[in-house]
């Protein structure tokens, strides 16, 4: 099918226009401890894959992500490592920056909920929505563990889910069965602090969010908005809107995090009472990108991506469990504040990546962790296998011995093995500069047409924010040239006709440089090895192809100089499987 009749193409052409501002974020991962690979897919990974591509496209892009670093999981890890939660957090924040980095991830700006920028934003949006009577003080009964002298916050409370009988559920949220708690219907509940039992409830005073009486607020955005989000997401946003939003409490008795302005509350700062950390966390955003502008002030204008901002298009990443709050509490916080505050577009979500059934869990070490990912393979291999099996529709399954099926044949065999056996060819027969051979045949056009089809098949996944299809559309572009390779089959036309062998291999070697431009988002790092081989390859950062470049297959001219890269992925042998099943565990 000639891609110019794809009315996919056209739809996307027209709700994306070529030249846009694309604010991009993707959930704050939590600062206790290195994330495991479900944090990875579920929010940060895509994000990039997606930024990635629109940059590609000529798109101006932003995008900013920060460790959440508020909360009681701050102190209690703190407190464990014995340190100050201040020296944790710093310290956490460059650990887990550094593994970003290391998986590739192209943040325009990786901030830090702690930011000043972040305390003073919050603190705003504190003091508007009390003017506009959305925030009140209320006394309530809290906890109160008289083995450690203070009240206890949700999450310093431990005990059983009288839901679902999980008995290490915190008091704000059980992480088996995600559903919300207050910590007075936890059975058998202890201190996280000290494990003391000797808990009793006293009163104190709070500030609560009025959600309800933003509620109808929020449904009607949601029902202008949410009608294009994933089933995923908009499904859970309405769920919390039908069940009715509850006033809540937004502040917590901790000794770090934002704390309340004394200027607008004096009793409750007098008594150290800071924000909720899921007050403050989705506000960083903003916070963050403020960070970003405040280094290049003279370029940089946060502002403009934040405020009156009609002209971005905002695009949020993240698991399942964190949607609830971004699509109901933060829009109930912004529309709270009357102020032209940028709200969400586009809410992607994503189901769990479990592991061998179990899920992933950063409090209990069960599963692979990001940076013993990266002691095992470079990030590419995890950058594709993760995107290929991106658990969109459905919670999805890691094992290993699923990961080395996806890396040896997709990108060992299709990818790798193709450019390796291509380029060791014509060094071998023509030399190590691009083969002129005979003008493209038959076959070069029906490959050219193909190949346009798939790319603009490819793209519309990509617009489409469909990862797990887009992956299958890239590879359906490697498995053409091979198609046409083992059709062609050059290293028996040479025998007979030499001029047909390198007219194959030189659209062979189109295909290369063309893969490694498509490929870019998905594996940044092997597409640049790949780019590379070429020597009238340009540095930086690749503009995208258009079908009619894609048909044509003329980017490397005849006569250009190459090189054999050493091998682009290696396979994974049943030694290796064997050594990874016992150390992470395969059950």
């Given at each position: 099918m000639d891609w110019r009749h794809s009315s996919l193409y056209h739809q996307h052409e027209r709700e994306h226009p070529r030249m846009a501002r694309h604010l991009i974020t993707s959930a704050l991962p939590y600062i206790n401890g290195i994330k495991h690979l479900g944090n990875m897919v579920g929010s940060m990974l895509p994000a990039d894959v997606y930024s990635r591509y629109l940059r590609q496209r000529g798109h101006e892009v932003l995008y900013i992500c920060a460790t959440d670093e508020h909360g009681t999981p701050a102190e209690l890890a703190a407190k464990a490592a014995g340190q100050s939660v201040a020296d944790f957090c710093a310290e956490q924040h460059e650990a887990q920056k550094a593994i970003y980095d290391g998986f590739e991830l192209s943040f325009d700006y990786f901030g830090r909920s702690s930011s000043q920028q972040n305390r003073e934003i919050t603190?705003?949006?504190?003091?508007?929505?009390k003017a506009n009577g959305f925030i009140e003080e209320r006394a309530i009964r809290q906890v109160y563990s008289i083995a450690d002298g203070r009240f206890l916050p949700d999450r310093?409370?431990?005990?059983?889910?009288?839901?679902?009988?999980?008995?290490?559920?915190?008091?704000?949220?059980?992480?088996?069965?995600?559903?919300?708690?207050?910590?007075?219907?936890?059975?058998?509940?202890?201190?996280a602090v000290s494990g003391s039992t000797e808990l009793e409830v006293r009163e104190t005073t709070h500030l609560f969010l009025l959600q309800s009486k933003l509620a109808g607020e929020v449904e009607a955005w949601i029902?202008?908005?949410?009608?294009d989000w994933p089933t995923l997401a908009s499904s859970i946003a309405r769920k919390w809107l039908t069940e009715g939003l509850n006033d809540r409490a937004i502040t917590r008795d901790l000794d770090w995090g934002v704390p309340v302005p004394a200027d607008t509350w004096p009793a409750l700062a007098a008594e150290g009472k800071v924000f909720y950390v899921w007050f403050d966390a989705p506000i960083e955003y903003i916070g963050a990108t403020k960070e970003w502008s405040d280094a290049?002030?003279?370029n940089r204008d946060w502002k403009s991506w934040w405020y009156q901002a009609d002209d971005v298009r905002y695009t949020e990443f993240m698991a399942k469990d964190n949607v609830p709050f971004h699509t109901v509490m933060f829009p109930a916080t912004i529309i709270g504040t009357r102020a032209p505050w940028k709200k969400v577009d586009y809410v992607k979500a994503f189901n769990w990546l479990n592991y061998y059934g179990g899920k992933f869990s950063t409090s209990q070490q069960h599963g692979i962790f990001t940076n013993a990912a990266l002691e095992l393979l470079p990030a590419d291999y995890w950058r594709y296998f993760l995107m290929a099996n991106a658990p969109e529709s459905d919670d999805t399954s890691f094992?290993?011995?699923?990961?080395?099926?996806?890396?040896?044949?997709?990108?060992?065999?299709?990818?790798?093995?193709?450019?390796?056996?291509?380029?060791?060819?014509?060094l071998k027969r023509f030399g190590d500069t691009v083969p002129a051979g005979e003008a493209p045949g038959e076959a070069e056009q029906a490959l050219g047409t193909e190949i346009a089809g798939l790319l603009a098949e490819?793209?519309?996944?990509?617009?489409?924010?469909?990862?797990?299809?887009?992956?299958?559309?890239?590879?359906?572009?490697?498995?053409?040239?091979?198609?046409?390779?083992?059709?062609?089959?050059?290293?028996?036309?040479?025998?007979?006709?030499?001029?047909g062998a390198a007219l194959t291999l030189r659209t062979a070697m189109n295909l290369i440089h063309l893969y490694g431009v498509i490929s870019a988002p998905f594996i940044p790092t092997t597409s640049a090895a790949m780019r590379s081989v070429f020597a009238s390859a340009e540095s930086g950062e690749p503009q995208w192809v258009s079908a009619e470049q894609a048909?044509?297959?003329?980017?490397?001219?005849?006569?250009?100089?190459?090189?054999?890269?050493?091998?682009?992925?290696?396979?994974?042998?049943?030694?290796?499987?064997?050594?990874?099943?016992?150390?992470?565990?395969?059950?």
């Open positions: 603190q705003e949006f504190a003091r508007e929505l310093y409370i431990e005990g059983t889910c009288p839901h679902c009988g999980y008995d290490k559920a915190r008091g704000d949220q059980c992480e088996n069965c995600t559903r919300l708690l207050d910590p007075t219907d936890l059975i058998n509940p202890r201190s029902d202008e908005h949410g009608k290049d002030p003279a094992s290993w011995e699923i990961f080395a099926a996806t890396v040896n044949k997709d990108l060992a065999d299709t990818l790798g093995n193709f450019v390796n056996r291509v380029l060791s060819f014509s490819y793209q519309n996944h990509l617009e489409a924010l469909q990862f797990r299809k887009a992956a299958q559309a890239l590879r359906a572009l490697w498995s053409a040239g091979n198609v046409y390779l083992e059709t062609k089959a050059p290293w028996l036309e040479i025998k007979t006709n030499e001029a048909t044509a297959l003329d980017f490397v001219a005849a006569g250009t100089g190459f090189a054999v890269p050493p091998v682009l992925f290696a396979k994974i042998t049943d030694e290796d499987l064997a050594a990874w099943r016992e150390r992470f565990g395969a059950e």
